[in-house]
């Protein structure tokens, strides 16, 4: 816990990242033309040495920076890259390590699970199976291979979410090699990776991810799915007015601005601007924001996050923000 304008407010931070050895070892494996290069950033500093430990080193960072719960989600690129069978055999067996790390700790961890998205037909059956061993959500990508998030053949995997009460985070991943051709190249590498990553896109994916789901009419099918955005929703949030446009157009049934406010929660991701928030506050509404980290890739101290927690107008956004958002939308006990 952490104090805020002299209030102690329990954190839940639901967006910390970790990852394992045998994962590492199967991206690194494959062929050039298969391989995510934003696998680097995992291996920066002492990424890996904090993303591979969800025991007592975990706890230990936990605890520095006074958060109370964190939930778990497998590193990007997770097992997207995969071949569909080592896709099924890595989701199901880190699965498997999550479950025993919040069996270990579980006043102090939960996980989200990871889907095999490059066999769809396998997809629901493990969100069903990790649901019923306690498992809050799933963390998804926008696209596996040539296929996208909005495909027919994961419509089966909405229908399961939504009836289970799993939300789905859609975390950002680098574009395809044909747009960073075109859209990133020209530079040295280093500085097009940037590009294409963390400065720029990772996040229009993100977005253009969840505006496809939209467009698709996957919540007038779904009307109980629920998504989560990071980063303050991927850039998102600051252009509603336009993308509004798409529900004539694509013949939903609901605006776009209204299907964000119903059904997408953001979170902060470790950027504790208070621009981001103010906007955030005013483009959508205090029950869909929801406090996140982005450990190891973000490291905020416990004096960061006590001084963007003053921020807040007031002691129930702050806990709403901190903790009440995510225990609904979790179902934390």
Not at 223 to 243: N, S, Y
Not at 308 to 320: N, Q, V
Request: charged share 20%.
């Amino acid at each position: 816990m952490v104090s805020g304008n002299s209030v102690i407010v329990p954190i839940i931070a639901i967006e910390e990242h970790w990852s394992t050895p045998a994962l590492a070892s199967g991206l690194k494996a494959l062929p050039s033309a298969s391989r995510d290069d934003s696998l680097v950033f995992n291996e920066m500093g002492d990424h890996l040495e904090r993303l591979e430990d969800i025991g007592d080193a975990r706890i230990s960072a936990m605890d520095e920076q006074g958060i109370d719960i964190a939930i778990l989600s497998l590193a990007p690129p997770a097992t997207g890259p995969l071949s569909a069978g080592d896709a099924v055999s890595l989701s199901r067996a880190t699965n498997d390590l999550a479950a025993a790390a919040v069996q270990r700790h579980p006043n102090r961890l939960k996980a989200m699970s990871t889907l095999p998205m490059a066999d769809p037909s396998r997809v629901a059956g493990e969100l069903e199976r990790t649901a019923a061993i306690g498992f809050v959500g799933a963390m998804v990508y926008g696209r596996t291979g040539e296929r996208a998030l909005d495909d027919p053949a994961y419509d089966e995997l909405f229908a399961a979410a939504a009836e289970l009460g799993q939300p789905l985070f859609i975390h950002p991943q680098i574009p395809s090699k044909t747009v960073r051709d075109a859209a990133y190249s020209g530079f040295d590498p280093s500085t097009s990776l940037a590009l294409a990553t963390f400065a720029w896109g990772w996040h229009v994916e993100a977005a253009l991810t969840a505006l496809r789901l939209i467009a698709r009419g996957t919540f007038d099918r779904h009307p109980d799915l629920e998504i989560v955005l990071g980063h303050w929703g991927e850039l998102l949030l600051f252009w509603q007015d336009r993308v509004d446009g798409l529900s004539r157009v694509a013949g939903l049934e609901r605006k776009v601005s209204e299907v964000i406010r119903s059904n997408v929660s953001i979170t902060s991701s470790g950027m504790f601007s208070p621009a981001l928030l103010h906007h955030a506050l005013e483009a959508t509404t205090i029950d869909r924001l929801l406090f996140s980290t982005d450990y190891p890739f973000q490291h905020p101290s416990r004096a960061d996050i006590e001084t963007f927690l003053a921020e807040f107008g007031s002691d129930e956004e702050r806990e709403s923000f901190t903790s009440t958002n995510a225990r609904r939308l979790y179902r934390l006990t």
